[in-house]
């Protein structure tokens, strides 16, 4: 069973703060997402990350892909309370795009 | 354009009851999924389809059956629930080459007493 280990598993900070969420696993992907999940909804996604060290920006979020393609991170510049909500890492393997989710970051933003 | 919808929205269930939980996609997607979700677990996959007549079993498949008659729908049934199945339960969507980028459904919160 492939694992992929999500940390922090919470975060709360102030508008304004920078932090880093981190998604590790020992297998390797063949591609990577992130998706937020608001409370009472369905994940969305944000971003797909296929190649090792690919880094890609949307608007204040940062995400990377490790070299290796086994694990990625996401970055958020001066937060916003709009940036709660649940981030989940999801590994594809190549049979039927099938993901391995992450155990999830509950990420609070207050002013 | 809806995107995925779940049917119903909220279900209280007694031990051994059944039911069905219905998904549909008006995406034209291949590939359709049935995940439950649980506090500290993340999503867990308990079956998913790659086309229309096809069905196969992900990682925690025990108790569910699950159909895909017509392309557009996934149904998901429980035919003798039990309370380990009280969960919150998402369907997914997307095409065969997009490299998991799944569309999720609203969710359906189940409780089994």
């Known amino acids: 069973t492939q694992l992929l280990e999500q940390s922090p598993q919470f975060l709360s900070i102030q508008e304004g703060e920078n932090l880093t969420v981190y998604c590790n696993s020992s297998?390797?992907?063949?591609?990577l997402q992130w998706y937020r999940q608001e409370p009472g909804e369905g994940p969305v996604l944000l971003v797909t990350?296929?190649?090792?060290?690919e880094v890609k920006k949307l608007k204040r979020l940062t995400f990377q892909f490790g070299d290796a393609r086994k694990d990625s991170s996401l970055h958020i510049t001066a937060a916003q309370p709009g940036d709660t909500g649940l981030y989940l890492c999801?590994?594809?393997?190549?049979?039927?795009?099938?993901?391995?989710f992450g155990t999830g970051t509950r990420l609070q933003v207050t002013l | 354009n809806a995107g995925v919808t779940q049917t119903p929205k909220f279900r209280v269930l007694k031990t051994g009851q059944s039911m069905t939980l219905l998904c549909a996609q008006d995406?034209?997607?291949?590939?359709m999924y049935w995940y439950r979700q649980d506090p500290g677990m993340g999503l867990r996959l308990i079956h998913y389809?790659?086309?229309?007549?096809?069905?196969a079993k992900g990682e925690v498949p025990d108790g569910y059956n699950v159909s895909r008659l017509k392309k557009q729908n996934f149904l998901l049934g429980l035919e003798s629930a039990a309370p380990s199945q009280t969960s919150v339960y998402f369907c997914?969507?997307?095409?065969?080459?997009?490299?998991?980028?799944?569309?999720f459904g609203p969710g359906t919160r189940l409780t089994v007493t």
């Open positions: 997914a969507s997307t095409y065969y080459d997009r490299l998991g980028e799944q569309y």
């Open positions: 999801a590994g594809a393997t190549g049979t039927a795009s099938k993901l391995t």
């Open positions: 389809s790659v086309g229309e007549g096809t069905t």
């Open positions: 297998s390797v992907f063949s591609s």
């Open positions: 995406m034209n997607h291949e590939y």
């Open positions: 990350v296929v190649t090792g060290g």
